[in-house]
Nanobody, 128 residues
Framework: QVQLVESGGGLVQAGGSLRLSCAAS????????MGWFRQAPGKERDFVAA????????YYADSVKGRFTISRDNAENTVYLQMSSLKPEDTAVYYC?????????????????????WGQGTQVTVSS
């Protein structure tokens, strides 16, 4: 099973940007589709973005489309989430997740139960 460690969270003003990183170890990174999810206090863990094993295809929640970009570097075993035009409602703990195998449909990308490995999370706070 792959181990995941997120970094890059912090406090930022509305309209600002942050880049989250997720470093993977313990298994062949390129075998996994990767995703980002977030959880605000008192709410469920929601899908944010996902990327296929090759990096050629990406999926986004409507709430972040056009503002967030997911990417990966298979040589560095790292997946990124570039967040721009941040809003206070983006405040949450952001989790990186790995899914063994292919990712062909949006419904698969947003299904957190299909991601078998999770990081510990990194806090993102957006002030108004």
């Amino acid at each position: 099973q792959v181990q995941l460690v997120e970094s890059g969270g912090g406090l930022v003003q509305a309209g600002g940007s942050l880049r989250l990183s997720c470093a993977a170890s313990g298994h062949t990174f390129s075998m996994y589709a990767m995703g980002w999810f977030r959880q605000a206090p008192g709410k469920e863990r929601d899908f944010v973005a996902a990327i296929t094993r090759s990096g050629l295809n990406t999926y986004y929640a409507d709430s972040v489309k056009g503002r967030f970009t997911i990417s990966r570097d298979n040589a560095e075993n790292t997946v990124y989430l570039q967040m721009s035009s941040l809003k206070p409602e983006d405040t949450a703990v952001y989790y990186c997740a790995a899914r063994m195998g292919s990712l062909n449909y949006y419904y698969q990308a947003r299904d957190r139960e299909s991601f078998g490995s999770w990081g510990q999370g990194t806090q993102v706070t957006v002030s108004s």
